[in-house]
């Protein structure tokens, strides 16, 4: 059965210090893999695509990579104003939906 | 205009009420979902029109009955609905459905049901 599974369920970090967010699935074909950040109440903000395994995309204090297995969303030295859940989503070969994870809420202290 | 708007942000509605909650996109997306999303969950799939055709229906009640009049907008209509049925309702696009690519999410209905 194709999953998505993510860890850790709640991270809280001090401002400053640097830490990953796991994404593991196990899916019958990858078709694309995406991350986004949710905010209490409002919708997903899109953040990265990745397609293949050693794809990296970075986007400001944030970095995906993905293997064969998983996807990390590596956050270097976060402010308060990266407190989000972060959701990561799969498109599998031959379905016509995203596999949503569970999502990882990080809490980022002052 | 790179966004997804979503009217009313709030609604509060008891069970014999007929509302109905809007979505517009004017990036040209071809692709737009309705998702269902209790709180400290994931969004979950409820309907999916692919060129304004009904492509996919998550074996959703039809007391929830979904409306593409074009390109741009798509309804969801409300009718009898329970109180369990209060969540946050997500309308997304994409340029295409099975060609994949990334959703673009509006920032959502808070529905009530009393």
């Known amino acids: 059965e194709d999953q998505v599974t993510q860890s850790p369920e709640a991270l809280r970090l001090q401002e400053g210090e640097s830490s990953s967010l796991n994404c593991s699935y196990t899916?019958?074909?990858?078709?694309?893999l995406f991350w986004y950040r949710q905010d209490p109440g409002k919708g997903p903000e899109f953040l990265f695509t990745?397609?293949?395994a050693g794809e990296e995309k970075e986007k400001e204090r944030l970095k995906a990579t993905l293997t064969k297995k998983e996807s990390f969303l590596h956050i270097t030295a976060p402010k308060p104003e990266d407190s989000a859940t972060y959701l990561c989503?799969?498109?599998?070969?031959?379905?016509?939906?995203?596999?949503f994870g569970q999502g990882t809420r990080l809490t980022i202290n002052p | 205009d790179t966004e997804v708007t979503q009217t009313p942000k709030h609604l509060v509605m008891g069970m014999t009420n007929k509302k109905s909650l809007k979505c517009e996109q004017h990036?040209?997306?071809?692709?737009m979902y309705w998702y269902k999303q209790k709180a400290k969950k994931p969004p979950e799939l409820m309907f999916v029109?692919?060129?304004?055709?009904?492509?996919i229906n998550e074996s959703v009640p039809s007391r929830f009955s979904p409306e593409c009049p074009n390109s741009s907008l798509l309804n969801l209509h409300l009718h009898a609905l329970q109180p369990e049925d209060s969540a946050l309702y997500l309308c997304?696009?994409?340029?295409?459905?099975?060609?994949?690519?990334?959703?673009?999410f509006g920032p959502g209905t808070r529905l009530t049901v009393l």
């Open positions: 997304a696009s994409s340029p295409l459905w099975l060609a994949g690519g990334q959703q673009f």
């Open positions: 899916v019958s074909g990858l078709r694309g």
């Open positions: 990745l397609y293949s």
């Open positions: 989503a799969v498109r599998i070969q031959g379905a016509q939906k995203l596999v």
């Open positions: 990036m040209g997306h071809r692709a």
């Open positions: 029109y692919s060129y304004e055709k009904l492509s």
